[in-house]
């Protein structure tokens, strides 16, 4: 499973859990726009450190802001 | 010195405008403009509920209600109204005002007075010379059980942090807050900026990061203030970029390393700023040099006379700024017996550096939200399959923390195999959380279970927290 793919699932898990309705995840779609609320993001963030190993914003410069950004910080984190 | 007459000092400055979305107040109009009119006077002496829907409402009923109500109790935005019958036992409330024809009290809180204020000041003959006499600030904050905790200030306690940061107002300022001016941090910017005669411009309740920005930007707001998580999520809004301001401030929440990081990068030309403040201890300190945490030197009495000790492991502060008491029958003492406001944030050195390494009681604050860990567990462990758990929090960029939960089953008969050993957890993982969905907040299930073999027990026979 890519990391891509594995950010995508992880998106689509979280948004039915807490019942949100998720926008298409295209690369310029903005967060702020995807649906989800802070608590979701939280949740992605700690199940994608469990199954990635890594939390990428322990290093991140800048806060990604669209669904692009977010997939580049855990594709671009080097393991 | 009343609220109003802090005003009126100023008022040889120009009486700034309140900056709010589509209404501004100019301050100085206040002299013969009123939102409670000629009906002020009924209200003297009396234990008052400003409970609003509108923060640009709140915000006046405390300059005309300090120095004539005896207490005046500042209901927080989305207070549910099954906690109102105790906030009116605890603070006696006798009278109440509204911005809403609809925000009368329930009838069965039983005979309150309600006096619906004006949105917007209108004018009238105000007589503000009357003798004014001390009135008690009551604000509310999350508590233990549920139920809002009711804290008791005065206007010199609430201000007293103005001593120490006095450069805060050179040249002008224009502040803006993420924060709801009825909450501590939102009230501190509030009260700083009608001392100072600055302009304010708070976040509309329904207003999303991104909007509350460009409207900020737009203002040209010099001086921001929010908990880590409200810059978390303006920073993932991507609404920064527009924003030039000159100082930013974190308080609330523990400012992590990244956040600073994040927001000095964001606004270069800023001085990124965390404090630590609470509605009980007050503004204890700022901390300006872009890292977590706070210098060794902090420790001690400062030139203000507050008081930071850390010979406890936790950190404790006796200041000017500290709340007198928690109102209510049977409420704990606010202070300990050294007379220091002790909230349980634990501390560890590095260097030359403390560190907060969680809360002790173990209370989870997940995005400004308290989480008991015993709440969660008891859900937890009501499944059959559990023998016990321990809820902790887990460090999150998002949120600062979340919950997590780690659960010892019950042995097994079905766990013939390694292969069924798994599967069963996962089941059983699976039901713990739908469970926790159905009977807990959002904030409060946890994001990840892990099955473990055993938990750590004491001498005392209670359960190993160690936060993390």
Same mark, same amino acid.
């Given at each position: 499973?890519?990391?891509?793919s594995?950010?995508?699932s992880?998106?689509?898990?979280v948004a039915?859990?807490?019942?949100?309705?998720?926008?298409?995840?295209?690369d310029?779609l903005?967060?702020?726009?995807?649906?989800l609320?802070?608590?979701?993001?939280?949740?992605?963030?700690?199940?994608?450190?469990?199954?990635?190993?890594?939390d990428?914003?322990?290093?991140?410069?800048?806060?990604?802001?669209?669904?692009?950004?977010?997939?580049?910080?855990?594709?671009?984190y080097?393991? | 010195?009343?609220?109003w007459?802090?005003?009126?000092?100023r008022?040889?400055?120009?009486a700034?405008?309140?900056l709010?979305a589509?209404?501004?107040?100019?301050?100085?109009?206040?002299?013969? +403009?009123?939102?409670?009119?000629?009906?002020?006077?009924?209200?003297?002496?009396?234990?008052?509920?400003v409970s609003?829907?509108?923060?640009l409402?709140?915000a006046?009923?405390?300059? /005309? !209600?300090?120095?004539v109500?005896?207490?005046?109790v500042?209901?927080?935005?989305g207070?549910?109204?099954e906690?109102?019958?105790q906030?009116?036992? &605890?603070a006696?409330? &006798?009278?109440w005002?509204?911005?809403?024809?609809?925000?009368?009290?329930?009838?069965?809180?039983?005979?309150?007075?309600?006096?619906?204020?004006?949105?917007?000041?209108q #004018?009238?003959e105000? &007589?503000r010379?009357?003798?004014? *006499?001390?009135?008690e600030?009551v604000?509310?904050? *999350?508590?233990?059980?549920g139920?809002?905790?009711?804290?008791?200030?005065?206007?010199? *306690?609430?201000t007293?942090a103005?001593a120490?940061l #006095?450069?805060l107002?050179?040249?002008?300022?224009?502040?803006?807050?993420?924060y709801?001016?009825?909450?501590?941090?939102?009230?501190?910017?509030?009260?700083?900026a !009608?001392?100072?005669?600055s302009?304010?411009?708070?976040a509309?309740?329904d207003?999303?990061p991104?909007?509350?920005?460009g409207?900020?930007?737009?203002?040209?707001?010099?001086?921001?203030?929010g908990?880590p998580?409200?810059?978390?999520?303006?920073l993932?809004s991507?609404?920064?970029?527009?924003?030039?301001?000159?100082?930013v401030?974190?308080s609330?929440e523990i400012?992590?390393?990244?956040?600073?990081?994040?927001l000095r990068a964001?606004?270069?030309?800023?001085v990124?700023?965390h404090?630590f403040?609470s509605t009980?201890?007050?503004?204890a300190f700022?901390v300006?040099?872009?890292?977590?945490g706070?210098?060794?030197?902090? +420790?001690?009495?400062?030139?203000?006379g507050?008081r930071?000790?850390?010979?406890?492991?936790? !950190?404790?502060?006796?200041?000017?700024?500290?709340a007198?008491?928690?109102?209510?029958?049977?409420?704990p003492?606010?202070k &300990? +017996?050294?007379?220091?406001?002790?909230?349980?944030d634990?501390?560890?050195?590095?260097g030359e550096?403390?560190?907060?390494v969680?809360?002790?009681?173990?209370?989870i604050? %997940?995005?400004?939200l308290k989480?008991h860990?015993e709440?969660? /567990?008891? =859900?937890?462990n *009501?499944?059959?399959?559990v023998?016990?758990?321990l809820?902790?929090?887990r460090?999150?960029?998002?949120?600062?923390t979340?919950?997590?939960?780690? %659960?010892v089953? =019950?042995?097994?008969?079905?766990?013939?195999?390694? /292969?069924n050993?798994?599967?069963?957890? $996962?089941?059983?993982?699976?039901?713990?959380?739908?469970?926790c969905?159905e009977r807990?907040?959002?904030h $409060?299930?946890?994001?990840?279970?892990? =099955?473990?073999a +055993?938990?750590?027990?004491?001498?005392?026979?209670k359960?190993v927290?160690?936060?993390?």
């Amino acid at each position: 499973m890519t990391v891509r793919s594995t950010v995508t699932s992880m998106f689509e898990e979280v948004a039915r859990e807490q019942q949100r309705r998720l926008a298409p995840l295209t690369d310029t779609l903005r967060l702020v726009e995807s649906g989800l609320d802070s608590l979701s993001f939280a949740l992605i963030v700690a199940r994608l450190e469990e199954a990635l190993g890594y939390d990428p914003f322990d290093t991140a410069a800048s806060f990604p802001v669209t669904f692009g950004d977010f997939v580049g910080l855990y594709e671009k984190y080097p393991r | 010195m009343t609220l109003w007459e802090a005003i009126a000092r100023r008022a040889a400055k120009p009486a700034g405008p309140w900056l709010d979305a589509g209404c501004p107040v100019a301050l100085g109009s206040l002299a013969n +403009a009123s939102i409670l009119g000629g009906r002020l006077e009924t209200l003297r002496g009396r234990s008052v509920m400003v409970s609003t829907e509108h923060a640009l409402t709140a915000a006046l009923a405390l300059i /005309e !209600l300090d120095g004539v109500a005896r207490r005046m109790v500042l209901c927080t935005p989305g207070l549910a109204t099954e906690h109102l019958p105790q906030v009116v036992r &605890d603070a006696q409330v &006798d009278a109440w005002v509204t911005d809403a024809t609809g925000g009368a009290p329930p009838p069965e809180l039983g005979s309150i007075s309600c006096l619906v204020a004006h949105r917007v000041p209108q #004018p009238c003959e105000v &007589d503000r010379r009357s003798e004014a *006499s001390a009135t008690e600030w009551v604000l509310l904050t *999350s508590g233990t059980t549920g139920g809002p905790k009711l804290v008791a200030h005065t206007l010199a *306690s609430l201000t007293a942090a103005f001593a120490q940061l #006095p450069r805060l107002e050179q040249g002008a300022p224009i502040w803006s807050t993420f924060y709801d001016v009825r909450r501590y941090g939102g009230l501190q910017i509030l009260l700083r900026a !009608l001392f100072f005669g600055s302009l304010l411009l708070p976040a509309g309740a329904d207003e999303s990061p991104g909007e509350f920005l460009g409207r900020a930007a737009a203002a040209g707001v010099t001086h921001i203030s929010g908990t880590p998580s409200h810059w978390r999520k303006a920073l993932m809004s991507g609404a920064t970029g527009q924003l030039r301001p000159d100082y930013v401030r974190l308080s609330g929440e523990i400012a992590d390393q990244a956040i600073l990081d994040a927001l000095r990068a964001a606004f270069p030309r800023a001085v990124v700023a965390h404090a630590f403040a609470s509605t009980e201890a007050g503004v204890a300190f700022e901390v300006q040099d872009g890292l977590t945490g706070f210098p060794a030197s902090l +420790a001690g009495t400062s030139a203000e006379g507050v008081r930071i000790d850390v010979s406890r492991g936790t !950190l404790r502060i006796q200041s000017p700024g500290n709340a007198s008491r928690y109102l209510g029958e049977g409420a704990p003492p606010i202070k &300990d +017996a050294e007379g220091f406001v002790d909230l349980g944030d634990r501390l560890e050195m590095r260097g030359e550096r403390w560190y907060f390494v969680g809360r002790s009681g173990g209370i989870i604050n %997940v995005g400004g939200l308290k989480v008991h860990p015993e709440e969660v /567990e008891a =859900v937890i462990n *009501s499944h059959p399959q559990v023998r016990m758990s321990l809820v902790k929090p887990r460090r999150n960029p998002i949120t600062g923390t979340v919950v997590t939960a780690e %659960v010892v089953l =019950v042995d097994g008969e079905t766990a013939e195999s390694a /292969e069924n050993a798994e599967a069963h957890a $996962k089941r059983v993982c699976r039901e713990i959380l739908q469970t926790c969905r159905e009977r807990l907040a959002a904030h $409060k299930v946890p994001a990840l279970i892990r =099955v473990v073999a +055993a938990l750590e027990v004491s001498a005392s026979g209670k359960l190993v927290r160690r936060d993390a």
